[in-house]
């Protein structure tokens, strides 16, 4: 029996699914198992895994079922103490599992540990830091506001604590993560690795097509959640739809290639400073309005420039400065 179970959610992966493999090999802490479950896959995912000589790995293959419906069969097959999830096209740093693990060995009280994200641009190949937060303990009331966690392939998490909380719910393809850490919040500790551990690749596939669909499945997991919160924890429901509606319209502005995107950018980020104006005090939301800004006054061309010009310039800046705040 391992120590940890390594769950990956395996849908035509083929592109990223060998890099993702090395980089579980690659871990300074080697009591793992790794299952991949082959989702339906109709390109060469499943050769390629095939053709990896480590014992340590194991490939059930499924009919597609979607993300959670992934994970849920792969928590089927776990025999370990610990469980974490890792996308097909995502990474880990080599130390990312011997810190976590060494973080919930110390804190016996904590059943979830997370790190920092770099994140990965396909459009524009960039990697860039995400936020540096430090909460513990109870996060609940955090994570109803926003999904820190940031993605699938960031915690790990005790084995026990899954078979508690149950599965992941199929009838969300966007936001079961958010769904899934929030019920685990509710009566379990969560411990922060201060470090940048996850390597998280933003897709660019038909992104500008779902934004309307991500903007309604966010809507309906809200609704759903603060249907249920005690009554004192009802204010945070604006925030949380303002949290949702700016990363909407940083979504349009990130992949609309036309001025109606542009205008439903603007359009979620006026609701989302409408229902919260201390947002405006956040710097996202001026990154995002300034980009709104620049796409809405120069031809395409001109602000496409210069807001990659910015960002490389940024990004530069944030990453080196990640590196020496990590080491």
């Not at 896959?41 to 490939?59: C, F, V, Y």
């Not at 993605?151 to 899954?162: E, M």
Request: hydrophobic share 40%; charged share 20%; with cysteine.
């Amino acid at each position: 029996m391992a120590k940890i179970s390594i769950i990956i959610p395996a849908y035509n992966a083929a592109s990223t699914i060998y890099d993702t493999i090395v980089s579980i090999q690659s871990q300074t802490f080697t009591d793992f198992e790794i299952i991949v479950i082959n989702d339906g896959s109709t390109d060469k995912t499943w050769e390629i895994l095939d053709s990896i000589n480590d014992s340590r790995l194991k490939i059930f293959s499924y009919p597609n079922g979607g993300l959670s419906v992934a994970r849920n069969r792969g928590i089927s097959h776990a025999t370990g103490e610990f469980i974490a999830f890792l996308d097909a096209d995502d990474l880990w740093t080599s130390d990312k599992l011997e810190l976590q693990l060494a973080a919930l060995v110390q804190k016996p009280e904590a059943g979830f540990a997370y790190s920092w994200t770099y994140f990965m641009s396909e459009k524009e190949g960039f990697v860039f830091p995400g936020e540096r937060l430090f909460y513990q303990g109870n996060v609940y009331t955090k994570l109803l506001v926003k999904n820190f966690i940031a993605n699938g392939s960031n915690p790990l998490i005790r084995k026990q604590i899954i078979d508690n909380v149950g599965e992941f719910d199929p009838g969300f393809s966007h936001y079961s993560d958010w769904d899934y850490w929030l019920r685990i919040a509710c009566d379990y500790s969560f411990i922060v690795v201060p470090k940048y551990q996850v390597f998280y690749r933003q897709s660019n596939n038909s992104m500008s097509s779902k934004v309307d669909g991500i903007k309604e499945e966010g809507c309906t997991l809200i609704e759903r959640l603060f249907y249920k919160v005690p009554i004192e924890y009802q204010f945070l429901k604006k925030q949380s739809l303002s949290v949702l509606l700016k990363y909407c319209a940083d979504l349009y502005l990130q992949h609309s290639l036309d001025r109606d995107g542009i205008i439903k950018a603007g359009q979620n980020l006026w609701m989302a400073i409408s229902l919260y104006p201390p947002t405006l005090l956040n710097q996202d939301t001026i990154k995002i309005l300034i980009r709104f800004l620049f796409k809405l006054l120069f031809p395409t061309q001109v602000s496409s420039y210069l807001l990659r010009l910015f960002r490389k310039m940024r990004n530069i800046t944030q990453y080196n400065f990640s590196r020496r705040a990590s080491n």
